[in-house]
Nanobody, 123 residues
């Protein structure tokens, strides 16, 4: 099994910055993709940014130029650097990963979600 733990959320003023971290741990595995989604109250969960094991990235239009996703494959950790934060960025941010697991004489893929971390942007 693989577990995801997010950290780095909090309260920040508009224009400020936060860095979210998500570390995957557990069974022997490799990363296919990892990324971040967010969900504001009353809204659906939307993609923010994703990164593949090879380093390719994709961003929601609303965060391009402000957010940067990166990963440390050795540490199995993904980061989301959030700059120039806006009130509309306020949401619970969820880490997501798609992994290839090795164990018990088999290989399989697994998608895992973290529990989420709150990001609030206001004065």
């Amino acid at each position: 099994q693989v577990r995801l733990e997010e950290s780095g959320g909090g309260l920040v003023q508009p224009g400020g910055s936060l860095r979210l971290s998500c570390t995957a741990s557990g069974s022997t595995f490799t990363i296919n993709t990892m990324g971040w989604y967010r969900q504001a109250p009353g809204k659906q969960r939307d993609l923010v940014a994703v990164i593949t094991g090879g380093g390719s990235t994709n961003y929601a239009d609303s965060v391009k130029g402000r957010f940067t996703v990166s990963a440390d494959n050795a540490e199995k950790t993904v980061y989301l650097q959030m700059n120039s934060l806006k009130p509309e960025d306020t949401a619970v941010y969820y880490c997501n990963g798609d992994f290839t697991l090795y164990g018990y004489g088999s290989v399989r893929t697994l998608e895992v979600w973290g529990r989420g971390t709150q990001v609030t942007v206001n004065s």
